[in-house]
């Protein structure tokens, strides 16, 4: 899904490459309790796929909007995925 060197930020952080981004996803899966719900989505081929999902859950602030945004191989694998506060 990933390519060996994508790069994740999420949070202002970056994480790059699969043995990073591994240790992100660990870590985040069990910071907080939280439900994903998708409210949109787009594409461009300038932005790539952008899928925008609100987060409700124990973490600070218990509700956040969230854009996804994908950016893909020649292979159609992962490269980048930038998350970020909608509107940002």
């Known amino acids: 899904m990933f390519t060996e060197d994508a790069a994740v930020t999420d949070d202002g952080r970056d994480?790059?490459?699969?043995?990073?981004?591994?240790?992100?996803?660990?870590r985040e899966a069990s910071e907080y309790t939280y439900t994903t719900t998708v409210v949109g989505a787009s594409s461009s081929p300038t932005d790539g796929a952008v899928v925008t999902t609100r987060l409700e859950g124990d973490f600070p602030g218990g509700?956040?909007?969230?854009?996804?945004?994908?950016?893909?191989?020649?292979?159609?694998?992962?490269?980048?995925l930038v998350i970020e506060p909608t509107g940002t």
């Open 15 to 26: 994480h790059v490459g699969i043995a990073s981004i591994r240790d992100w996803l660990d």
């Open 63 to 80: 509700v956040v909007d969230l854009d996804y945004r994908f950016g893909l191989d020649e292979q159609g694998r992962l490269r980048r």
